[in-house]
Structures are given as structure tokens and as C-alpha cells.
């Protein structure tokens, strides 16, 4: 816990320029205000959705799945380049047998505090997801509905599988410094 990242020395325009992050933060309020517009004019009128209101609620969740898809796909190169980093630093790392593990415990704690981020755009675009289902289906959004818990499953299917692939990273970055540790635990020992 008291272990310091290294996460703020990976510089996000390395991976995407500022003004792509700068768009895709814009597009993502642009269309996250077009959405509040929609379901608070409903509900203030107190009435269900119009045809055209859901098919641009529709459009409004495909772009902001597109967009979010984009953020996380940042993210994942950071991670990986964390990951690189940390294995490198695990197998070149030349100092004692403590400053290594404190070394561990700061890249562990790096990729962790990445993972982090991409867990929370993870579940902000499945809970996205389900919220569009559930105006699709509207009464019929329950998982009885066959249709519409197969579309449910899928969301979170995704969304287990992308924090799957998220926490791996964690997982390498543990296993290279766990790897160096006992080897050279082994080394003073002998």
C-alpha cells in the first residue's frame, strides 16, 4: 500500500495524441448530453420514448460504445507497455535483495493502478450497454426475456473478459518480479 507507482510517468499522448484524448472526451460529454436531453424531456412529459427517440438513443450508445471501445484500447496500451517495462526492469534490476522487492512492490502497485483504470471504463461501458437493453426492451427487460438475457449476457460476458485480460497484466508484472525474487533470494542463499 505504501509502495509508490510509477503510473504517472507514462505520458497517455505517447499512445494517443492530446487532441485525440481532447475529441474523444468531447464526443463522449457531446453524446452523454444528447442522451440526458432524450430520457429527462420523456420523463418530464411523463410519456415512453418516441420511435425516432430510441433510434437515436440507439445511435447515442453505439457511438459512445465506439468511443468508450477507443479509451479502453489507450488504456490497454499503456498496460502493456507497464507490463514490458516492469519484466524488463525485473530481469535487469541491479541492486539487493530488499531494493528489489521494494522495486516489485512499486511495479506491481504501477500496473495494479492501471489495471484500476481500465476496470472502470470497463464497467461504465457495460453499465452503458445495459442501459440501452433496458430502454430497448423497455417492459420486457427482464432476463425471462430470452432476447434480451442473451444480449444481457453478452454485455457482461465482454465486460468479464476484458477485466480478465486487464488483471493478466497485473498478473505478468507479478510473476516476473515473484520469478526474479526467488532467484535471487536463491543466489544470496547460496
Known amino acids: 500500500d505504501t509502495a509508490e507507482s510509477h503510473l504517472d510517468e507514462f505520458n497517455s499522448t505517447l499512445f494517443a495524441s ?8 468531447q464526443e463522449m460529454q457531446e453524446v452523454q448530453n444528447g442522451i440526458t436531453t432524450i430520457c429527462k424531456t ?3 412529459e411523463r410519456r415512453d420514448y ?3 427517440e430510441i433510434m437515436q438513443l440507439d445511435e447515442y450508445f453505439k457511438k459512445l460504445r465506439t468511443l468508450k471501445d477507443r479509451e479502453l484500447e489507450i488504456q490497454q496500451s499503456i498496460a502493456g ?3 514490458q517495462q516492469a ?4 530481469q ?8 528489489y522487492k521494494i522495486n516489485a512492490q512499486e ?3 504501477t500496473a495494479q493502478a492501471q489495471a484500476d483504470a481500465q476496470i472502470k471504463i470497463i464497467n461504465e461501458s457495460a453499465t452503458q450497454e445495459i442501459a440501452l437493453l433496458q430502454q430497448k426492451y423497455g417492459e420486457k427487460a427482464t432476463l425471462d426475456n430470452e432476447n434480451y ?3 444481457y449476457n453478452k454485455v457482461i460476458e465482454r465486460k468479464n473478459q476484458r477485466i480478465e485480460q486487464a488483471n493478466d497484466e497485473v498478473a505478468k508484472v507479478n510473476a516476473a518480479y515473484s520469478t526474479g525474487y526467488l532467484e535471487r533470494s536463491k543466489q544470496e542463499e547460496g
Open 81 to 83: 507497455a507497464i507490463t
Open 149 to 151: 438475457a442473451a444480449e
Open 92 to 99: 535487469s534490476f541491479e541492486g539487493s535483495l530488499e531494493e
Open 107 to 109: 511495479w506491481i502497485k
Open 18 to 25: 492530446s487532441e485525440e484524448q481532447q475529441k474523444l472526451e
Open 42 to 44: 420523456a420523463s418530464n
Open 87 to 90: 519484466e524488463q526492469n525485473a
Open 50 to 52: 418516441t420511435q425516432k
